[in-house]
């Protein structure tokens, strides 16, 4: 398990789950299935049902009757959960972002460290990879991407960059690509650049921030009055759609009143305060350092 991937707050996620041993609980990011095998440890009839739309997940999951393996993407929680005749939940835990496995399987192309191909899909058999993104989309459409989900400041200089290196020769390769927009990238400030270019084209080949939307919406729908969601995200454009959906029940964080001026929301805050990672985990789970925990209760 450690080996494909460590988990992080794991302890402080498991604890804001508030388990009841008959309860029903969902794993929606299994990956090594650090989560999943920890909420085992406080059931006794209850389950939990794990998502992953990663084929390599699948070698992960546990021999368990009370352990359910749903092959596919938490986008399509309420489908997989009616499938298996399961109505409402007493908990979901999320760990988003990519796992360790991921950034250490460099042919999946996560990481620019190292030659890789233009990948970067969490499910190897969709269509679109950063490839296609790199070589195909329009300037307007790059330049779009990467500054909603990269805040890439030269978005528009680095969009031209690549339409233009392109059109003399095709990118295939992580080399290829960095070759290409070198001149865009800030002397010194390498690696933090490429980490933000990789992660606006990470989400725009995974669909992720729409994915969670989605997840969260079905979420609400399915949880038992005081069941508990907990949230790990990453960078702070997860951060602030789970930050805005708990404390206002939508994506905008636009705030509704009742008649006396009390805040309407479906959820209570559990923990006011972000929860973020010890500096002992940091110092054995560096992955873990910009990792940050949302809690909270449905209530309506």
Do not use: W
């Amino acid at each position: 398990m450690n080996a494909y991937h460590i988990p992080a707050l794991l302890q402080e996620s498991i604890e804001g789950l508030k388990i009841k041993p008959d309860g029903c609980y969902v794993d929606v990011t299994f990956g090594g299935g650090g989560h999943s095998r920890e909420i085992l440890k406080h059931l006794t009839k209850g389950k939990i049902i794990g998502f992953d739309q990663d084929q390599d997940a699948i070698q992960n999951t546990i021999d368990d009757p009370r352990f359910i393996f749903c092959h596919g993407n938490f986008r399509f929680l309420k489908n997989y959960l009616r499938y298996y005749g399961i109505k409402t939940i007493d908990g979901l835990i999320g760990d988003l972002g990519v796992s360790s496995h991921h950034f250490d399987t460099v042919e999946r192309g996560f990481t620019f460290q190292g030659d890789s191909p233009l990948d970067m899909r969490m499910n190897p058999l969709s269509k679109l990879t950063a490839y296609e993104i790199i070589n195909h989309y329009p300037k307007e459409q790059l330049q779009s991407i990467f500054k909603k989900f990269g805040e890439v400041d030269n978005a528009q200089r680095l969009a031209s960059q690549i339409v233009s290196s392109r059109s003399q020769k095709e990118l295939v390769s992580s080399s290829q690509f960095i070759d290409a927009i070198k001149v865009c990238i800030p002397r010194g400030l390498g690696n933090k650049y490429m980490a933000k270019v990789y992660q606006a084209l990470r989400i725009e080949v995974n669909q992720e921030l729409e994915s969670l939307e989605d997840m969260l919406v079905q979420c609400r729908e399915v949880m038992n009055p005081n069941a508990r969601i907990v949230i790990i995200t990453y960078h702070s454009l997860e951060d602030r759609i789970v930050k805005n959906y708990f404390k206002t029940g939508n994506f905008e964080g636009k705030v509704d009143k009742d008649f006396y001026g009390n805040v309407s929301t479906p959820f209570k805050i559990i923990n006011n305060k972000v929860i973020v990672a010890s500096e002992d985990e940091t110092a054995s789970n560096s992955r873990a350092r910009s990792a940050k925990l949302r809690i909270a209760e449905k209530i309506i």
